[in-house]
């Protein structure tokens, strides 16, 4: 309503920011409201930019406010199911989860010199992002960890990186910082399967076997009502082991004498024993393991929070009030404008509005590829000829530059420079431009990247809810 800066938040304030018409925001929120049931497909785009979580809880609150939580066809979708998971199916029946947790002062508090107490973190489960992340470095934080070290008011010096598994240089935003840190350590050991741009720094590079030369259980990300066990079809090949026989090995070597004392296979089935909705689902382990897969049976889809909405005296929200809370209480006591205690629209860092736009006036996305799996399958020939790694753009930022389709083009900004094909199309809104995240990084001998990885450009900084902000980068555009 504005009471707060004097601006209401109607279609017409709204127009400008998202290039929506005014008109078409007040028919959909209309048709939402008075639509019962409405489904609100939040999806995670939007929650990948600079203040992304505020876009997610609105429309967690939205679903609230209209009445489609706990029902068929409503619920705000995205996130929630992992979510959900957690704090749903397997609750007792009338326990509030957070009770017995923490004040909001000594959850939300820090006592310099003391960062453990009884075992965990002091501020683990506060809201504060950077409290959190004060002796546990968020993704975005690791370089500047590594490069500034105590003096930069960080925990300690690092010295050794231990990286397993994960090619976190291609990964992780702001690839030419990552470089500078990587060649300040001491010393690096990887594992990995092929020579990444991460695999390159190792100074011990230790091969690790597939999927197929071990035993595993897996699940689906989003905790689908299936679980799969992974078959070892044939022994390691060479001299590759998996990550936990290197660790048995090296264990010793360390002076660790005592790091685990079960084998691969056992391990695997304590793991089942010992994870609920294991053990709880699938009635037999060994009949799960010969026929690899186990779906659940369901007598009806598994509705969120219905339990809660329909009997709340005796399933409360997993919330200090036990209800939904549109008003976060815990966030109103850290007194931070970045995090307000009710869903804003805060305008991000790096947007049109930013003078850096002069500059560099493109915004970047960087979506994903349909023919890789983040950083897995670039190296595929055949999957590069069906989707060329290249950036998206407009027809008119396209002209305005005398850009063609497949033309060698730079995407730079002050992080780094990356060369590659230009994709013209009208899929794309003018003034906004598109790499696939994934692309290997393949710098040339000026340390320009070939390989049209989007991280090279993108900012190492965190969101103040702790999103990894990979949609909020400008750059600039320019034919080779």
């Not at 489609?68 to 998971?85: D, F, K, M, T």
């Not at 909001?104 to 075992?119: C, F, I, M, N």
């Not at 975005?140 to 105590?150: H, N, Q, S």
């Not at 736009?357 to 960087?366: D, E, N, R, S, V």
């Amino acid at each position: 309503m504005g009471i707060e800066d004097g601006v209401p938040k109607t279609p017409l304030w709204a127009e400008p920011i998202t290039k929506v018409s005014a008109v078409i925001i007040e028919n959909v929120a209309r048709e939402y409201a008075t639509t019962k049931p409405a489904a609100l497909i939040a999806g995670y785009a939007p929650g990948r930019t600079a203040y992304g979580e505020q876009y997610h809880r609105v429309a967690a609150t939205l679903s609230a406010m209209t009445g489609n939580v706990g029902i068929p066809g409503g619920s705000a979708c995205g996130r929630e199911r992992a979510l959900v998971y957690s704090f749903g199916p397997g609750l007792p029946e009338g326990k509030n989860p957070i009770q017995g947790i923490p004040s909001v002062k000594e959850r939300d508090s820090h006592t310099p010199g003391l960062p453990v107490a009884g075992g965990v973190t002091i501020g683990a489960d506060s809201l504060d992002t950077a409290l959190r992340n004060q002796y546990n470095p968020h993704r975005c934080d690791i370089w500047d960890t590594i490069l500034k070290g105590k003096e930069g008011g960080y925990f300690t010096d690092i010295k050794f990186l231990w990286i397993a598994p994960s090619n976190m240089l291609n990964q992780f935003l702001n690839i030419n910082k990552g470089v500078q840190a990587l060649n300040k350590l001491e010393f690096i050991l990887v594992h990995e399967q092929f020579m990444t741009a991460t695999a390159k720094f190792a100074d011990i590079l230790l091969p690790i076997n597939t999927i197929w030369e071990r035993n595993d259980i897996f699940r689906p990300w989003h905790q689908g009502a299936y679980y799969l066990y992974g078959n070892k079809i044939i022994n390691s090949l060479y001299e590759s082991k998996s990550d936990f026989e290197i660790c048995c090995e090296l264990a010793p070597r360390l002076g660790i004498s005592d790091y685990s004392d079960k084998t691969e296979e056992e391990w695997v089935r304590e793991l089942f024993n010992t994870t609920p909705d294991l053990s709880k689902n699938i009635p037999d382990y060994n009949t799960f393991k010969q026929e690899g897969v186990y779906k659940l049976k369901l007598t009806e889809p598994y509705i969120a929070f219905r339990r809660q909405v329909e009997n709340p005296e005796n399933n409360p929200f997993p919330t200090p009030s036990g209800k939904i809370e549109i008003y976060s209480q815990r966030l109103a006591d850290l007194n931070n404008p970045k995090l307000p205690p009710i869903p804003k629209y805060i305008e991000t860092w790096e947007n049109v509005n930013d003078p850096l736009a002069k500059k560099y006036p493109l915004q970047l996305i960087t979506i994903h590829s349909k023919v890789r799996t983040h950083s897995c399958f670039d190296t595929i020939p055949w999957l590069k000829e069906l989707e060329p790694q290249t950036v998206w753009l407009n027809s008119t930022d396209a002209k305005t530059r005398d850009i063609k389709e497949g033309d060698e083009v730079r995407v730079f900004n002050d992080r780094g420079v990356t060369i590659l094909p230009a994709k013209v199309t009208e899929r794309m809104m003018p003034g906004v431009v598109a790499i696939a995240q994934g692309a290997w990084y393949r710098p040339d001998e000026t340390g320009v990247d070939r390989g049209g990885s989007s991280n090279i450009l993108t900012k190492d900084d965190y969101s103040p809810g702790g999103g990894w902000p990979t949609n909020t980068c400008l750059v600039q555009v320019q034919k080779v």
